[in-house]
């Protein structure tokens, strides 16, 4: 799905565009979004959802990014991977981390509170639930603010993998795909 020129827009959706770029205080328009335009209204709650999840959740920036890379590394979405990996390694999860992720392996060394959400989002993921005792360690450490965030970040960004993943959006002109894909 290619961007809509914005002569073609409709009014709606011109309004859902600035309505982003008012939000995000930005000027581009990119990525997910291009295609959610298709339905604005889902993109200007989506964007509020993002905006939260990204910015203001309970986790801090490190943990935020690597719950995001393991959504992005589970739908192989290489557009989430581009964009979040970047911000991972800036946030502080650091690289052997961010690799590991990528191979999906479980990192050999992580701090606690990283080893807690790996296995958290890990178990969410796979089974569509977590065990007691993962649920029990992340409560701990993330209280019940942290967990519910967490849950939040992993479905906000699985939407946008889906999104991008049936609307085949394309990497960035130069930007080679970091995941391999799975084994059909």
């Known amino acids: 799905m290619p961007p809509i020129p914005d002569a073609e827009m409709t009014e709606e959706q ?31 709650r989506a964007q509020r959802v993002g905006e939260y999840v990204r910015y203001h959740s309970a986790l801090p920036s490190r943990l935020s990014e690597m719950a995001i890379l393991i959504a992005a590394r589970h739908w192989c979405q290489q557009y989430e991977w581009n964009v979040h990996a970047a911000a991972a390694g800036e946030a502080g ?22 080893a807690a959400l790996h296995d958290f989002c890990l178990e969410l ?3 569509q639930c977590v065990s007691d005792p993962t649920y029990a360690r992340a409560l ?9 965030d967490t849950v939040g970040i992993l479905g906000y960004y699985q939407l946008l993998a889906m999104v991008m993943n049936t609307a085949r959006t394309p990497l960035p002109d130069g930007v080679e795909e970091r995941l391999a894909s799975f084994p059909t």
Do not use: C, H, W, Y
């Open 14 to 44: 011109a309004a859902a565009v600035a309505d982003f770029k008012a939000t995000r205080n930005t000027t581009e328009f990119e990525g997910p979004f291009v295609p959610l335009l298709r339905s604005p209204e889902l993109l200007r």
């Open 93 to 114: 999860l650091t690289e052997a981390v961010i690799d590991a992720i990528a191979e999906s392996r479980r990192p050999a060394e992580m701090a606690e509170d990283e």
């Open 125 to 127: 993921l796979g089974n």
């Open 140 to 148: 701990a450490l993330f209280d019940e603010q942290g967990v519910i």
